[in-house]
C-alpha cells in the first residue's frame, strides 16, 4: 500500500522529499500535474520506467512523456533544441506542451522510455509540487497519465486511488487538477508544427509563433489496423467508460438537442435508459430523465469531462449521450478525448 501524502492541497516539504526519495530509489510516484495527475518513475532508470508499463497495463509501444525543472536536463537528452523549439520552450513552458525531440542516446534516456523510437517527448510541468518533485529528485521523470491503460486519465486522487493505490510507493494528492486534459503534444519538423495529440495549448496559441501548424490526421480520424503512426498512443482505445457512449455535434444547438431527443426517444421505447451530458443551460430541455452538467464553457468542460466519464458505469444506463463542442480552440482537444470515449461513435450534423 502506498503512503500517502497527509492533507490535500497542503503538501508539504518533508511529504516532497519523501516522494522525491522513493524515486531516486526506482519506485513509483503518483503525483499532481496542472494537465492530468501523473504515475512518475526515475526517467534515467530503465528497470524503474518498466514499473509503470506494469503497473498501467500500457502497451509497451505507447511512449512515455519526460517531465523535467530546467532547460539542462533537456540539453541532457536531446541531440539539439532548435531555434523554434527554444521560442515555444520561451512562450509555453512550463505548461502544458510535450515537444517530440530526437533523444541523444539510448544510454542517457532508456528504450522504455521511448518505445524504441529515437524520439523523445518532453515537457516542463508548472504544477509547484510536481516541479519541486522533479527538483528534489534529481532526475527527469518519466510519467503517462495517472490510470490504468484504456480508462479516463485521473485528474483527482479520489477517481484512481483505487486502481493505483497498490501500484505505487507514494501518493501526492494535490487536489483536482486545474486543467483536466493532457498536454498538446507536437513535433516541429522544417518549421512546421504537427500536433500529434491537441490539449490546453490550441492551434490558434501555436499559430502566434509559426504560421505553418498541421494537425494530424488521427486526431480526429481512426486509426487503421496496422496503420504506422507517429505517435503510438494515437491507436489505443482510451478514455473509454464501458457503458456504450456516443457523441452528437451540431453547430446549431437546437439541432443537436433535437438530435438528441430523437435518439433518447428511440432507446426509451426499447425500455432502455439513456443519460445525457449536456451544458447546463441545455439541460431542461432534454426528455432523458437522466442528465447531468458537463460545464459552462471549454474550460470547465475539460476540468469535469474526465471525472464524469468515470462516474457513468454506476448509473446503469444503456447509453450515454455527450454533447459535442466543435474544434475551435480547446474544442479540438475535448472533441478528440470525446470520440475516443465513444469508440468513434459519433454523430456531426
Ligand atoms: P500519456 O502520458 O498517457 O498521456 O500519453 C503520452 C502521449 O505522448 C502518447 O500519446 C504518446 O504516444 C505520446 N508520445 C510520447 N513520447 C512520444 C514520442 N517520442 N513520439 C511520439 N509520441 C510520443
Ligand atoms: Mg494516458
Redesign the pocket.
Known amino acids: 500500500m502506498a503512503k500517502y501524502s497527509n492533507q490535500k492541497n497542503k503538501i508539504v516539504e518533508e511529504e516532497i522529499a519523501e516522494a522525491a526519495q522513493e524515486i531516486k530509489n526506482g519506485n513509483l510516484v503518483l503525483f499532481p500535474t496542472e494537465t492530468v495527475y501523473g504515475i512518475g518513475a526515475n526517467a534515467l532508470d530503465e528497470v524503474a520506467v518498466k514499473k509503470i508499463f506494469k503497473a498501467k497495463g500500457r502497451a509497451g509501444d505507447?511512449?512515455?512523456?519526460v517531465h523535467v525543472s530546467n532547460i539542462e536536463m533537456v540539453e541532457n537528452i536531446v541531440k539539439e533544441i532548435t531555434n523554434v523549439e527554444r521560442k515555444l520552450i520561451e512562450k509555453f513552458w512550463p505548461g502544458p506542451l510535450?515537444i517530440?525531440f530526437d533523444r541523444k542516446s539510448e544510454k542517457i534516456i532508456p528504450n522504455a522510455v521511448?518505445a524504441n523510437?529515437n524520439?523523445?517527448?518532453i515537457r516542463m510541468p508548472s504544477n509547484k509540487i510536481a516541479k519541486e518533485l522533479i527538483e528534489k529528485s534529481g532526475v527527469p521523470i518519466a510519467?503517462?497519465?495517472a490510470n490504468v491503460s484504456g480508462r479516463p486519465?485521473g485528474t483527482k486522487v479520489e477517481d484512481i486511488i483505487e486502481e493505483l493505490q497498490d501500484k505505487v510507493s507514494y501518493i501526492l494528492d494535490g487536489g483536482s487538477s486545474d486543467i483536466g486534459l493532457?498536454s498538446t503534444?507536437i513535433r516541429v519538423n522544417n518549421n512546421q508544427i504537427n500536433i500529434?495529440?491537441p490539449g490546453k495549448i490550441t492551434k490558434e496559441e501555436l499559430e502566434e509563433v509559426i504560421k505553418d501548424v498541421n494537425v494530424d490526421t488521427h486526431v480526429l480520424g481512426k486509426v487503421q489496423k496496422n496503420e504506422i503512426v507517429?505517435?503510438?498512443?494515437?491507436k489505443y482505445r482510451h478514455y473509454a467508460p464501458n457503458t456504450k457512449c456516443m457523441m452528437v455535434y451540431s453547430k446549431n444547438k437546437e439541432k443537436m438537442i433535437n438530435k438528441i431527443n430523437e435518439i433518447t426517444n428511440d432507446i426509451n421505447k426499447e425500455g432502455k435508459k439513456v443519460l445525457v451530458l449536456g451544458e447546463k443551460s441545455n439541460l431542461d430541455k432534454y426528455i432523458s430523465q437522466k442528465k447531468w452538467n458537463i460545464g459552462e464553457n471549454l474550460n470547465e468542460i475539460a476540468k469535469n469531462i474526465f471525472t464524469l466519464l468515470r462516474k457513468v458505469d454506476k448509473e446503469k444506463v444503456d447509453l450515454v449521450i455527450i454533447e459535442g463542442v466543435g474544434e475551435e480552440g480547446l474544442g479540438l482537444a475535448i472533441t478528440n478525448r470525446l470520440i475516443r470515449a465513444c469508440e468513434y461513435n459519433y454523430i456531426v450534423l
Do not use: F, K, Y
Open positions: 505507447n511512449p512515455l512523456i510535450t517530440i521511448t523510437l524520439t523523445v517527448g510519467a503517462p497519465s486519465s493532457e503534444v500529434l495529440r507517429t505517435s503510438p498512443g494515437m
